[in-house]
């Protein structure tokens, strides 16, 4: 057996160690949990109300449950398994708990299937919640792309796996002389190297320096050539983004997932909204009405009624099934219509294995973000496509595994990087980028990019106004502005912190006028590594009236954890490191390419706000309190304070 049927069964090994720890944590975290945490992730109701219970087919209990807080968006839908639980006295006991599967889910009310002979009694006593249970969808779909690539054989997937894993050389087209209209040289190049590949081509370099924008182009560029591709990126966010640039320069994109995990301004692009646009949408919902009101009388005829009546009853359902037969014929020549008006379909790495997808092939996909994307996740897209063109950059966030030992193993190596080190000749580096002023960019290039990275002339007018620092350190060491851990949640917070960040801001945008910032639509990022953190912002600043011009500025304004801004720029960002203790743990922080993406959103101000005392005893803040000193950007919070 060859050596990478052997490497491929040992990550689909890894890839099962990783599911059994991931359902172990999952299990853990029901149990320590906050109800408030679970609601933000979207995987909990809570309070629900009963409004109704029946016994369905099968003798089984069907419930319909409704919640009171409309307002937060959730991941539950049909086919999910649930866990309906009681908080008697706030108080979540394991015995106060049962389990079902969701029927379906409208608005606010969820209708769900129980596995129970009798309806609990505390079902009935209010405090009621419902927990969206582990979804092994994603796993699953990962095993069978992994089972497929290594039984592959004699197929363009066979093919591809030999290239993408190094036991074959990727083969190029002649390639055509870079055309630098549009782009600078090296992204130039990249688009040149993308349309000669016949197997693969990577787009890799730090941040800023271009990969979304060349990779949109190469998108753009290939449908010259053919009618539809498919693009992809690991996170719902990078999607959106993607989908979002390319309906920008007026590609049809369709965005396969499901709506409740697409930002608001990518939904007119779901399927479900395409089909509510379309031209005949109107003429299914008759056909749905129509066969309802035939139902609806045919449903009038009593038992006891003569042929006449028996006949009649008779032409309603057969009215009712012809108009079933034509409705359901329509959708199917929507949907039909939506996908051949449609250029890019576009979804996660896991979403391409969604069923509206089912049986496409394409000539190529593009796979953005791909260092973030788990190598049997990666391959799903790999699968329906002849050649793969990746972007991305492996110093900024990995895959989220749970795993320790899986990742040690070797989970934690993406394809990504495999066909980097294993078809060199197949990837082409970007060097310059536009996002940061040399200031911002410096530390990060220093650390992880042995300085070879040059920031644009145009980066460098990227400024605030002419007396506002483009980059400070506000060090809280001695303030007494210590980290909290949330009792539920285990999340790490620092109230005095998040205070001083909103107070900060608020001041900022005072100092460099609202009217200006306006004008410009400068955005503001701000951001904590800890989702109790982050928490603790919007709590402070929409439950308070402290900060009108911030909160006037919401729009602009996006508080988030690190991972959700990858790949996204801001004007401004601020950067809460929230760690504050006397032994020097700063736990998550460590992971410094989590870091390396915060530290490298900022357009023309970052601020990083932290204390030295604790963030010191680890080299990398080390060395960036280093270069910060080095800079002349260092403040201590006694400037604010006194
Ligand atoms: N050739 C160019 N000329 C001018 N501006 C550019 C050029 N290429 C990229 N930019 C700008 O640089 C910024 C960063 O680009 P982009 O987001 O594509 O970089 P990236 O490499 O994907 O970044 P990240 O690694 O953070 O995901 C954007 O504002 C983009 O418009």
Not at 4 to 9: D, N, P
Not at 27 to 38: H, V
Not at 137 to 158: D, H
Not at 451 to 472: G, I, M, T, W, Y
């Amino acid at each position: 057996m060859s050596n990478i049927q052997e490497e491929l069964k040992n990550s689909l090994k890894l890839l099962k160690q990783e599911w059994g720890e991931d359902l172990e944590q999952f299990k853990k975290k029901f149990l320590y949990t906050s109800i408030s945490d679970k609601k933000e992730e979207g995987i909990c109701w809570y309070p629900v109300q009963l409004k109704k219970s029946k016994i369905g087919f099968g003798e089984r209990w069907i419930v319909e449950l409704e919640r009171f807080d409309t307002s937060q968006s959730h991941m539950f839908q049909s086919g999910k398994s649930v866990s309906i639980f009681s908080n008697h006295q706030n108080h979540i006991s394991p015995d106060l708990r049962i389990n079902g599967v969701i029927n379906q889910v409208k608005k606010d009310v969820m209708t769900v299937t129980l596995q129970i002979e009798e309806l609990p009694e505390w079902l009935n006593k209010g405090k009621i919640g419902i927990d969206l249970l582990f979804d092994e969808a994603s796993y699953r779909e990962m095993e069978a792309a992994m089972k497929a690539v290594i039984k592959a054989e004699n197929s363009r997937l066979a093919e591809l796996k030999n290239i993408l894993l190094g036991e074959k050389v990727a083969d190029f087209g002649e390639m055509q002389s870079p055309d630098i209209s549009m782009l600078n040289e090296s992204q130039s190049e990249a688009l040149a190297l993308v349309a000669a590949a016949k197997d693969i081509a990577i787009i890799h370099g730090p941040p800023g320096t271009g990969k979304t924008t060349t990779l949109v182009k190469a998108i753009q560029r290939s449908l010259a050539t053919y009618k539809q591709v498919l693009v992809c990126a690991p996170s719902n966010a990078a999607v959106d983004l993607l989908v979002e640039k390319l309906q920008g320069i007026g590609v049809s994109t369709l965005r396969i997932g499901h709506p409740a995990r697409v930002e608001d301004h990518i939904l007119s692009q779901t399927l479900d909204a395409k089909i509510a646009l379309h031209d005949n949408y109107k003429e299914l919902k008759m056909l749905k009405k129509k066969a309802d009101e035939f139902r609806k009388l045919g449903q009038k005829y009593k038992r006891s009624f003569g042929p006449e009546e028996r006949l009649q009853r008779k032409r309603l359902f057969d009215e009712v099934n012809r108009l079933k037969d034509e409705a359901e014929h329509l959708e199917e020549y929507i949907v039909y219509d939506v996908f051949q008006q449609t250029q890019v379909f576009a979804s996660t790495l896991v979403g391409a294995s969604n069923s509206a997808l089912k049986g496409m092939k394409f000539p190529i996909v593009f796979i953005d973000e791909a260092g973030q994307g788990l190598e049997a996740a990666t391959w799903i897209p790999i699968q329906k496509s002849d050649r793969v063109v990746m972007a991305g950059d492996h110093f900024q966030l990995p895959p989220t595994i749970k795993s320790f030992e899986a990742a040690k193993s070797g989970l934690s190596e993406t394809l990504f990087e495999k066909v980097i080190k294993r078809q060199a000749q197949a990837s082409k580096m970007l060097k310059l980028q536009y996002r940061m002023p040399k200031l911002i960019m410096g530390f990060s290039n220093g650390f992880f990019y042995k300085n070879e990275l040059k920031a644009a002339e145009k980066a460098q007018s990227h400024f605030l106004s002419e007396d506002e620092p483009v980059l400070e350190f506000i060090d809280t060491a001695g303030s007494g502005f210590s980290e909290q851990v949330e009792e539920e949640s285990l999340s790490t917070c620092n109230t005095e912190e998040a205070k001083f960040a909103l107070k900060y801001l608020e001041e900022l945008i005072k100092r460099v006028g609202i009217a200006k910032i306006k004008s410009h639509q400068w955005n503001i990022g701000l951001v904590a590594p800890y989702r109790a953190q982050v928490r603790k912002f919007n709590e402070l600043l929409f439950e308070s009236y402290q900060y009108p011009n911030l909160r006037s500025f919401s729009e602009l304004l996006t508080i988030d954890s690190i991972d959700g801004f990858q790949g996204q720029e801001r004007d401004i960002m601020f950067i809460s490191l929230v760690r504050s203790n006397s032994k020097g743990e700063i736990g998550f922080l460590s992971d410094t390419r989590r870091m390396n993406v915060a530290l490298t959103r900022a357009k023309r101000k970052l601020v990083v706000l932290g204390d030295s005392a604790t963030l010191s005893h680890h080299s990398f803040y080390q060395a960036f309190l280093d270069y910060i000193e080095e800079k002349g950007c260092y403040k201590s919070i006694y400037e604010w304070l006194y």
